[in-house]
């Protein structure tokens, strides 16, 4: 087990019932530092309850008190006798909570970012390219209902999650930029980055 079971549950335990650092807490349950700090805020997983990763037998105390006592410590689990299959990869599930929240996500992915494909945005908010293109061009249903909030703080996507996808899209358009030998205008990166994704699959 390189994860607790409910990675974010006991990142909000964590941090209401320990001395642990934000960085330690981050390790453990592989979350961004900002997350955690989110959490501290009351900005992120507001509506999350916290899991005692000690009554679930995946941490002890004394590794608790071992790690709050040194701020370089990392957080070791207790190694399952049985291993848990890892996650495929496949569609993204988001629960029925938060998918009224998609459309905000994409609308501030879409303001903020511009240069995410909608492959990319498809796969870090769980969504469809039709959606994604009807809030880009102001065209969905209930556009006039729709307002920009941050994924990560919605809880549809991670911190780390979308920054390799921004970094992935800059590095794309440095090199369409550099093959080109010229600048490129960004609403043709994007249209050519997306006919190439999709040919890709």
Known sequence: MTQPLMPMATAVWLVD??????????????LHELEIQGIADGTVGINIVGQDP????????????????DPDARLKLVI???????????????????????????A?????????SDLQLSRLVGTT?????????????????????????????KQVELDEAVQLAAARREKMVAKAGAPV?????????????????
């Open 54 to 69: 000690t009554a679930s037998g995946q941490l002890t105390w004394d590794e608790i008190n071992r790690c709050q006592a």
């Open 108 to 116: 501030w992915l879409v303001r903020h970012h511009p240069e995410l």
């Open 17 to 30: 019932n320990t001395a642990l650092t934000f960085e330690q807490i981050g390790a453990l349950c592989d």
């Open 129 to 157: 390219k039709p959606t994604i293109q009807a809030i880009r061009e102001r065209s969905h249903w209930n556009i006039q209902n729709i307002h920009a909030k941050d994924p990560v703080g919605l809880g549809l996507c």
């Open 80 to 106: 399952d006798a049985v291993k848990a299959l890892p996650r495929t990869k496949g569609p993204r599930y988001t629960p029925v909570s938060k998918r009224q929240d998609k459309p905000d996500a994409i």
């Open 185 to 201: 205008d960004a609403d043709s990166v994007d249209a050519t980055k997306t006919a190439t994704e999709e040919d890709n699959g």
